[in-house]
Each structure stands twice: as C-alpha cells, then as structure tokens.
C-alpha cells in the first residue's frame, strides 16, 4: 500500500472516525494509511485545530459531532476512592448511562477534562484493566476522590435513576 499524503490521509481519517461508532485506536489507523502511530498523532492535532470534533478516548479516537442526538446530559459530582470507581461506573452504565468525561478542577490548571466515553460494562473493564496495567493514577487522585462526570442516556428518567443509585452507594456529592 502507497503511503498517503497528509489532506488526503486526514480526509481518509475523518472518513472512518465518521463511519464508525467505536473508538479507532491509533495504531488501526496507522495501518490503514499506512503511516507511523506518531503521523496519526500530529494528523489528530491538525484534524482538532481545524475544529473537527475528534476525541481521543482510553480506546481511540472517536468522531463526536455536538450533542446532534438531542440526548439528555448531566454533569454530576462525585467523591470514592481507586478502589470504588468500577463500582461507579458500572452503576452509571447499568441505568443506561454513557460516561462521556471526568473532570477535575486542579489550583493551578484550572479544569482538566479526561475523555472516557464509557457505555457498557465491557468499555468500563477495559478502563478499568488499563488503568491497573499502567499503574495511571486517576484525575480524581489529585483532588481528594473528587470529580465530575458528564453522563447522558436516552431519557432523563434513566439518568435521574443511576444519580439516585449513586446517592444510595454514597459516591454522590451534592
């Protein structure tokens, strides 16, 4: 295969991001214009600068257009420690729930936004794993256990359940 040059390769990237519904990792990408995972990187960041909504998330690079569904979304605040965060997310995606971000708000950074976009217990194991294979430490371990997640799901009534479930397991800060 012929390698691509850098419009077309970035059209070719949108293109599969666009018809995919699933994270591409760079790596897959890479593959497929037949370019190194770094290329795929500085193509990424060009894509981004020009206002494309292009994500990177723990699985890949997922094409976000803004909230076109019309679904609803919540920011909700959290507090648990390392150890209780597959048992939040895997509430949150049990009611139906996407888990599109974490945040934090750092005293010198300001806010610091981690993309998740988390929708079953599949995608949070795989976070999970990852997270344990890296020895990462979680966005929330710099402030305390505290965090934000914006969530959405298909009906306001399926958000208001997981927020309850996570009142009752006490990971809800209001």
């Known amino acids: 295969m012929k390698k691509m040059l ?10 599969f991001l666009k018809a995919s519904e699933e994270p591409i990792s760079g790596s897959e990408l890479a593959k497929r214009t037949n370019v190194s995972r770094q290329v795929i990187v500085q193509d990424i960041s060009l894509l981004r600068a020009t206002n494309a909504p292009v994500i990177s998330t723990p699985q890949g690079y997922l094409y976000v257009p803004e909230n076109t569904a019309g679904r609803p979304r919540r920011v909700i ?4 420690t390392k150890r209780d965060a597959e048992k939040e997310l895997n509430t949150l995606v049990d009611y139906g729930v996407s888990v599109l971000d974490v945040i934090v708000e750092h005293p010198i950074y300001g806010e610091i936004t981690g993309s998740l976009h988390l929708n079953n217990r599949f995608d949070v194991e795989k976070f999970i794993k990852r997270l344990g294979a890296t020895n ?13 997640h914006t969530i959405e799901a298909d009906t306001e009534e399926q958000l208001s359940n997981a927020i309850e479930a ?5 990971i809800l800060v209001q």
Do not use: F, W
């Open 166 to 170: 996570l009142n009752r397991l006490g």
């Open 136 to 148: 990462a430490m979680m966005l929330s371990g710099l402030t305390n256990g505290i965090h934000l």
């Open 6 to 15: 850098g419009d077309e390769r970035r059209k070719s990237i949108l293109s």
């Open 77 to 80: 605040a959290c507090q648990h």
